[in-house]
């Protein structure tokens, strides 16, 4: 079992930054690729940003240049550095994390979500 425990977000004005942080915890062998999703109020989740076990980051155009994923694989720990903010990234923001476990198994998990409003 692993859990992800998401902090950061909030309230920002428009061209504003948040950082997003996501934390690994429990019986992990490996944690491979992980990412961050968001899902606004009558939408569909939609993915934001990816980065591999190696490092490999892949954003979405609608992001791109304004966020930045990262993560500290000593802290087993994930970040999304939002900046430039606009109104319509207004969602709830999800990490997943697709890993190893200690048993040698593959699977995913996410996190409880975090609300980020961005006002105009």
């Known amino acids: 079992q692993v859990q992800l425990v998401q902090s950061g977000g909030g309230l920002v004005q428009a061209g504003g930054s948040l950082r997003l942080s996501c934390a690994a915890s429990g019986s992990i062998f490996s944690l491979n690729s992980m990412g961050w999703y968001r899902q606004a109020p009558g939408k569909q989740r939609e993915w934001v940003a990816v980065?591999?076990?190696?490092?490999?980051?892949k954003y979405a155009d609608s992001v791109k240049g304004r966020f930045t994923i990262s993560r500290d694989s000593a802290k087993n720990t994930l970040y999304l550095q939002m900046n430039s903010l606009k109104p319509e990234d207004t969602a709830v923001y999800y990490c997943?994390?697709?890993?190893?476990?200690?048993?040698?198994?593959?699977?995913?998990?996410w996190g409880q979500g975090t609300q980020v409003t961005v006002s105009s």
């Open positions: 997943k994390a697709d890993f190893t476990s200690a048993w040698g198994t593959m699977s995913d998990s």
């Open positions: 980065i591999s076990r190696g490092g490999t980051t």
